[in-house]
């Protein structure tokens, strides 16, 4: 196992295009996290899935923003008309949990960084 | 409010030196807590995890960590910091019944050789 890949690693973009990042998580993991990191701060929670429901989605996901998981094993994040606040790293983790529980591990992603112009 | 508090933003800390960075949380219950490192480039590596039992957790790295209760608190430790240890450290609470991690700012690790 490669452990949690994201892609692209960069992406540089203009204000009000579209862009959309990919996560592969660990193959056995049935959770995964979305979180957005700037500099200087510690990851802000943006969404999770569990296998491919989507359980909670934070209140700094606007309506630009959208996350999908179809099969239970890659996500999508999708950020539509891009502004320059979105310019952060998002973070992508998967975990393995059995029912709800919130004893689990993240393993991160490298991120995928996002400037926009 | 709920938080998730790291003092310290930079540290600086001579090679061979102890360590301690600080964390607290202001939740209800006992949280689940965690420290992850992040080095430039790169994502975060879970350091120690703390659910339950022994209030004294031991990571890796050579690093170990104290939940004490009465001060809400979750401070990471080492006895002889190496320069491979320049990172930057994240503690993070999973409230009690919450699925969700909540991280703190960070501190950022600088040792001197």
């Known amino acids: 196992d490669t452990g949690v890949s994201q892609n692209p690693r960069h992406k540089i973009t203009k204000r009000g295009q579209n862009v959309t990042f990919r996560c592969d998580p660990i193959?056995?993991?049935?959770?995964l996290y979305w979180y957005r990191q700037t500099l200087g701060q510690g990851p802000e929670f943006l969404t999770y899935?569990?296998?491919?429901?989507?359980?909670?989605k934070s209140r700094l996901l606007s309506d630009r923003f959208s996350a999908e998981r179809p099969k239970g094993s890659f996500s999508t994040l999708e950020i539509q008309r891009t502004e320059q606040g979105d310019s952060a790293m998002y973070l992508c983790?998967?975990?393995?949990?059995?029912?709800?529980?919130?004893?689990?591990?993240?393993?991160f992603g490298a991120g995928s960084r996002l400037t926009v112009l | 409010a709920q938080s998730v508090t790291q003092p310290d933003i930079h540290i600086t800390v001579s090679e061979g030196a102890s360590l301690e960075l600080r964390c607290n949380y202001s939740?209800?219950?006992?949280?689940?807590l965690f420290w992850y490192v992040q080095s430039p480039g790169q994502g975060l590596q879970l350091l120690l995890k703390y659910f339950s039992g022994d209030t004294l957790v031991q990571g890796i790295k050579g690093f170990e960590a104290e939940f004490k209760r009465s001060q809400s608190s979750f401070n990471l430790r080492k006895p002889s910091v190496h320069w491979s240890d320049a990172a930057e450290y994240f503690c993070?609470?999973?409230?009690?019944?919450?699925?969700?991690?909540?991280f703190g700012s960070g501190t950022k690790l600088n040792v001197k050789p």
């Open positions: 899935f569990q296998n491919e429901a989507q359980l909670e």
């Open positions: 983790a998967s975990s393995l949990v059995s029912g709800d529980s919130g004893a689990n591990v993240l393993t």
């Open positions: 193959s056995e993991h049935n959770r």
């Open positions: 993070a609470v999973v409230p009690y019944n919450f699925n969700k991690f909540y």
């Open positions: 939740y209800g219950a006992t949280p689940y």
